[in-house]
């Protein structure tokens, strides 16, 4: 109740309310990760610090996310990937670039001639690229296409990585490029567990996912943005496209699941969460 008053006093009074940042997350523990469906995941860790990443429209018919973040990541400003209150200011119409913004990244630099500062919101909120402290985590964020044609057909998307739980996390967006910059090869080194888009038409497909990871090479795949019985906006390839090359598939009972770094081997494994909604796998 108090800490409900003092931050409907802080907005009131036109300030920020200082964010409080948790606890370091036990590496033992590792990292509870649940698939919302399409892009979106939330990730928390031990200490009950969670990440939202992506979240959807309506436009998505999976039921709407509804975690209580401490961070908010947005690759980038599309309809299925940035409907949260921050999320959204404008479109990225150009390469994403790091705002000039407090520790935070919670919104654009102070005294900006073009625009007035938005309202802060009870969230770290990291909509760019750069290196960002969100909730207590370093996020850094690099510029991807969201085409394979340089971004000029679809523009451009955030890649993020970050780590939390002992583990290192990337979230590759909506990449449409099949293979890697010399910054984002840098920016990916080291990665644990990837999620990666594998339904083409606005994205990679399922052999340009392959190629990313054969470059990323991390030790757990998620795959994301592909067709579902849910999702067929964009005639997405459904997921049985991207297993075929798939040697170790982990195929799950339901939306969330846990990961250890202890449970991880060299060889890279595959999570196949079941679509949110449904308890078991949805088979090929």
């Not at 790091?98 to 969230?123: H, I, K, L, Q, V």
Request: proline fraction near 11%; hydrophobic fraction near 40%; include cysteine.
């Amino acid at each position: 109740m108090k800490s409900a008053r003092f931050l409907a006093l802080a907005l009131l009074a036109g300030c920020a309310p200082r964010l409080f940042v948790k606890p370091p997350g036990d590496p033992a523990a590792g990292v509870l990760v649940r698939w919302w469906g399409h892009s979106c995941f939330s990730l928390t860790d031990s200490a009950g610090r969670t990440i939202l990443i992506d979240p959807f429209d309506d436009s998505v018919d999976y039921p709407a996310p509804t975690p209580r973040p401490d961070a908010l990541l947005v690759t980038h400003a599309h309809f299925d990937h940035a409907n949260f209150p921050g999320a959204a200011p404008e479109p990225l119409l150009k390469p994403p670039t790091r705002e000039p913004d407090t520790e935070d990244s919670n919104g654009p630099g102070r005294g900006s001639p073009r625009r007035p500062a938005p309202p802060r919101w009870p969230y770290a909120v990291v909509r760019t690229t750069g290196t960002h402290t969100a909730a207590g985590v370093e996020v850094v964020g690099v510029s991807a296409d969201h085409d394979d044609q340089g971004g000029r057909r679809h523009g451009f998307t955030a890649v993020y990585v970050w780590g939390m739980g002992g583990l290192r996390f990337a979230h590759l967006g909506d990449i449409g490029q099949a293979s890697l910059r010399p910054d984002q090869r840098a920016a990916l080194a080291g990665v644990d567990v990837l999620f990666v888009p594998v339904g083409g038409k606005t994205t990679v497909d399922a052999a340009g996912a392959w190629a990313l990871i054969k470059e990323i090479a991390p030790r757990a795949v998620v795959p994301m943005h592909y067709g579902t019985a849910r999702v067929r906006f964009f005639e997405f390839e459904p997921i049985h496209v991207f297993l075929r090359d798939a040697p170790n598939v982990r195929w799950l009972d339901g939306d969330t699941f846990r990961v250890r770094r202890d449970d991880l081997t060299s060889d890279t494994a595959v999570y196949v969460p079941a679509p949110p909604g449904t308890v078991k796998k949805e088979a090929p």
